[in-house]
């Protein structure tokens, strides 16, 4: 079974410079998750998503992030401009059923370096 | 005040020896998930166990058992007889509300790094 797939691995760009992260959730999952990841602050909840609408992006840093789910099957996670203070590893994880236990499946992460 | 604490920063167990790794929440809901993630330095976030707020029991998953103590608000995971893959960064969640399909509001502990020794 394919888990949650996201791409690419690594992004290192210079400030300025538009990224855009893309992540691909476990077919039949309904609910998807973007975070950050750093030393400083941890592993911290940016937008969620159920079934393709954003329900909470009160986590969305500032209006550089921005989050789209056109369909089932695919997110993308964009910041224009970077800045420096954005490097950090970004999961993407989804869900199943909401009655369930609801446990998150993370995917592998982007290790994003803004120089 | 947290949502999700967790107070020991670092850890360090013997091989084959039980440990114990603290977690404690603060909610309101009376509907609400506890996990435990591990990430080992690879870097993936693994899911272990989950305890749901009406639980009667408490969840074991193989060496893996939640201490659930509703009163207290804690959900420590234990570890049963150590292994050294076990050495990673071990994170407690919180999943608020949820239950009837509605919003989930996820929040995550600083993690406790658990090093096991041979």
């Known amino acids: 079974d394919a888990g949650v797939i996201q791409s690419p691995r690594h992004e290192v760009t210079e400030m300025g410079q538009e990224v855009t992260l893309r992540c691909k959730p476990i077919s039949g999952h309904n609910s998807l998750f973007w975070y950050r990841q750093t030393m400083m602050r941890g592993l911290e909840l940016l937008i969620y998503f159920n079934n393709n609408v954003p329900i909470d992006d009160s986590g969305m840093p500032e209006d550089r992030f921005s989050a789209k789910m056109p369909n089932a099957s695919f997110s993308t996670l964009k910041i224009q401009p970077s800045e420096p203070r954005d490097s950090a590893v970004y999961f993407c994880?989804?869900?199943?059923?909401?009655?369930?236990?609801?446990?998150?499946?993370f995917g592998p992460g982007t290790r994003l370096t803004v120089t | 005040a947290q949502k999700i604490t967790q107070t020991q920063p670092g850890m360090f167990v013997q091989e084959k020896e039980a440990v114990t790794l603290d977690c404690t929440y603060d909610t309101s809901d009376p509907s609400y998930g506890l996990f435990w993630y591990k990430q080992p330095s690879s870097g993936e976030m693994i899911f272990l166990i989950y305890?749901?707020?009406?639980?009667?029991q408490n969840a074991t998953e193989g060496r893996y058992s939640l201490n659930f103590q509703k009163a207290r608000k804690s959900a420590n995971l234990v570890i049963s007889a150590s292994q050294l893959g076990d050495s990673a960064m071990y994170f407690c969640?919180?999943?608020?509300?949820?239950?009837?399909?509605?919003?989930?509001?996820?929040?995550f502990g600083t993690g406790t790094k658990l090093q096991v020794i041979p």
């Open positions: 994880a989804s869900s199943l059923n909401p009655a369930g236990p609801l446990e998150q499946y």
């Open positions: 969640a919180m999943r608020e509300g949820g239950l009837s399909g509605g919003y989930q509001k996820v929040t």
């Open positions: 305890q749901g707020s009406y639980d009667q």
